[in-house]
């Protein structure tokens, strides 16, 4: 019965009153990108972009955005969507946050388009799997996009409705992705920050349907 009532606990989400309060103070973390050498939190060159994404375990899910061709400033991994002010990894599994884990993208939007990191999103998850990410189960892998702009929103939105309609055609069921603006990215500890490139033969637990998200790629010549 415990083991059950745990696993329930971590598919469901705490209210703002029944959340662990947090801290103040941002955590420690890395100071730098592992792969580039950029800062991890900035400040960042005038004229790039945020985007933040959720895909399950963010290690793998930070992967696929440095490893995108063009346009990538810098990522880091995190936490957002919760209430948990500053929340530690522990925390945040515990189920007490409502935060998922998250990976912060910064973008030149003159080489890459947002639309491109949507595609990357879609095509590198099952958006589909409410609180969990194949084997990976709790609110913290849940599938999220949370947009910095008015324009990222409306086109997060959008592409969800593009990509659910290519789920359908396929028998999925209905994307259960959360799509919000204007919400907080907590920077995770610094062992987790580029974790696959520190440790290659690392856990990545992603899995995408095999179902191609039929938007622009965006990208245009460096």
């Known amino acids: 019965m415990y083991l059950i009532d745990m696993f329930n606990k971590k598919l469901k989400m705490p209210t703002a009153e029944t959340a662990l309060a947090g801290r103040a103070a941002?955590?420690?973390?890395?100071?730098?990108h592992f792969v580039n050498g950029r800062k991890l939190a900035g400040p960042y060159p005038e004229g790039l972009e945020t985007a933040i994404f959720g895909l399950g375990c963010f290690w793998g899910a930070e992967r696929k955005f440095w490893q995108l061709p063009a346009g990538i400033w810098v990522t880091a991994v995190g936490y957002a969507g919760g209430?948990?002010?500053?929340?530690?990894y522990q925390e945040t599994c515990g189920g007490m946050t409502g935060h998922t884990e998250a990976v912060l993208v910064v973008y030149d939007p003159k080489i890459v388009s947002y639309a491109e990191l949507l595609k990357t999103f879609w095509e590198n998850h099952d958006p589909t799997q409410g609180m969990r990410q194949g084997n990976d189960v709790g609110t913290q892998y849940r599938s999220a996009i949370y947009a910095t702009t008015d324009e990222q929103?409306?086109?997060a939105k959008a592409s969800a409705e593009v990509y659910g309609a290519a789920l359908a055609a396929r028998n999925f069921g209905p994307v259960t992705t959360e799509i919000r603006k204007d919400v907080p990215f907590y920077f995770a500890e610094a062992y987790h920050q580029q974790y696959l490139a520190k440790n290659p033969g690392g856990y990545c637990g992603l899995g995408g349907t095999g179902v191609s998200c039929a938007i622009g790629t965006g990208v245009t010549a460096a």
């Open 83 to 88: 209430y948990t002010e500053n929340p530690t």
């Open 26 to 32: 941002p955590l420690p973390t890395a100071e730098t």
């Open 153 to 155: 929103l409306s086109e």
